[in-house]
C-alpha cells in the first residue's frame, strides 16, 4: 500500500513539491510506463484540489492517444495540432488556458472543463506524451502550477 498524502493545509508551492517527491518515490524502481503514468494520474488527483480531469495522452505517430488518466472518459485520439492538447504535443510548449472557451479548436471532452494546463513530455528533445489537467473553475492554473508540472514531465522522462 502507499500512503502518499497531501499535508494539510500547505501552499500551492508546498503541494507541488510535495507531488513531486510523491512522482519520484513511485516511479523509481518502475519501467512499465503505463503503470508509471496510471499511478501519476492519481497522485495528480490526490494533490492538487479542483480539477475534473487528470491524465495523459501519448504521441503515438502522429496522433495523441489517450492514456491512464482519472475523470470521465475522453477523446481517444488528438490530431497533433488540435485543441490544447494537441498544440502543446505540436510545439513542445506548455499551455496555460485560463478560459477553454476562448482557445480555438478546444476539445471538450468533459462540459465542466472551464481552464485547462498541458505539458509536454519529451525524450531526447522529442514529444512522447503530454500531461493534460483540466478544471471546472475558471482560471485554476497560474505559473507556478505550469513549472511545477513541468518539472514532472522531465522526471517522467525516461520513465514512461
Ligand atoms: N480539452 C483537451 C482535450 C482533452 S480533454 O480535456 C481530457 C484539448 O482541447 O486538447
Not at 507531488?19 to 490526490?46: F, H, S
Not at 492517444?65 to 497533433?80: D, E, Q, T
Amino acid at each position: 500500500m502507499y500512503t502518499f498524502t497531501p499535508t494539510p493545509e500547505l501552499s500551492n508551492a508546498e503541494l507541488h513539491r510535495e507531488l513531486l517527491d510523491a512522482v519520484v518515490a513511485i516511479t523509481a524502481d518502475e519501467p512499465d510506463g503505463v503503470a508509471n503514468m496510471a499511478n501519476v494520474a492519481a497522485l495528480l488527483a490526490q494533490f492538487l484540489p479542483r480539477l475534473n480531469w487528470a491524465g495523459f495522452y501519448r504521441l503515438v505517430g502522429d496522433t495523441l492517444v489517450l492514456g491512464p488518466f482519472i475523470g470521465k472518459p475522453a477523446c481517444i485520439r488528438i490530431p497533433l495540432g488540435t485543441g490544447v492538447c494537441g498544440t502543446a504535443a505540436a510545439s513542445a510548449r506548455t499551455q496555460l488556458v485560463a478560459d477553454v472557451h476562448a482557445f480555438p479548436g478546444h476539445i471538450a471532452c468533459d462540459g465542466d472543463s472551464r481552464s485547462e494546463l498541458v505539458v509536454p513530455v519529451l525524450r531526447d528533445g522529442k514529444v512522447i506524451a503530454v500531461i493534460d489537467l483540466d478544471s471546472p473553475d475558471l482560471a485554476r492554473f497560474d505559473e507556478e502550477d505550469a513549472r511545477g508540472i513541468e518539472r514532472l514531465a522531465e522526471v517522467l522522462s525516461s520513465r514512461l
